[in-house]
């Protein structure tokens, strides 16, 4: 009978403004372990905004903001799994009431408005993913892109900060009875 068991590793980069690369390093499959059955990938895409806002004209003004964002882990086998997520924001700002503030009814800040994406996939590619040497870790590359498209009426001055992190997750399923390399 097959003892059929699991182990997750995970990795995470840091919140880090608008559009980036990196890559994401997990562990191979130590076959030694087992046979490798399944690999499970999930990825998470972590968005925090901050946005300010200044009515500078003598009549009211409206502030939309749509953003969108995706976080894509590129596979060995040169495939994507993409991660996406947004938000959006309307405020209705009074005529300026003298002072550049980001505050009181001309204006506004808001900090800390999260969003986020997830997705999980299995990777048919189980090869990929064995060690061939101990230790041996994976290097999947990550691309994060950010867009916000801003509509203001009147005169109107915005500032608007995105930070977005992303952590990638790797589940080997295997049978530990299948008789690894050095057992």
Same mark, same amino acid.
């Given at each position: ?39 499970? *990938?999930?990825?998470?895409?972590? $968005? ?9 004209? !003598? =009549?009211? &003004? ?61 990777? *048919?590619?189980?090869?990929?993913? $064995? ?9 999947? !590359? =990550?691309? &994060? ?39």
């Amino acid at each position: 009978m097959a003892e059929v068991d699991t182990i997750t590793f995970c990795d995470s980069l840091p919140p880090k403004e608008g559009g980036w690369s990196d890559r994401h390093i997990l562990p191979l499959f130590d076959p030694t372990m087992g046979e490798l059955l399944r690999v499970d *990938l999930s990825v998470d895409l972590v $968005v925090t905004q901050d946005f300010q806002f200044e009515n500078e004209g !003598p =009549a009211g &003004a409206t502030v939309d903001v749509d953003s969108v964002f995706e976080l894509s882990i590129t596979m060995p086998d040169s495939s994507n799994i993409t991660a996406a997520a947004t938000s959006s924001i309307s405020e209705d700002l009074a005529g300026f009431d003298g002072e550049v503030d980001f505050s009181g009814p001309s204006g506004r800040t808001i900090k800390g408005l999260a969003s986020t994406g997830s997705v999980a996939e299995e990777y *048919l590619e189980l090869a990929a993913f $064995v060690a061939s040497i101990p230790d041996e870790t994976i290097n999947l !590359p =990550a691309r &994060a892109l950010a867009n916000s498209k801003t509509q203001l009426s009147g005169n109107t001055v915005s500032r608007i900060s995105s930070l977005v992190g992303s952590k990638v997750c790797v589940t080997y399923t295997y049978d530990a009875d299948a008789g690894g390399e050095g057992r």
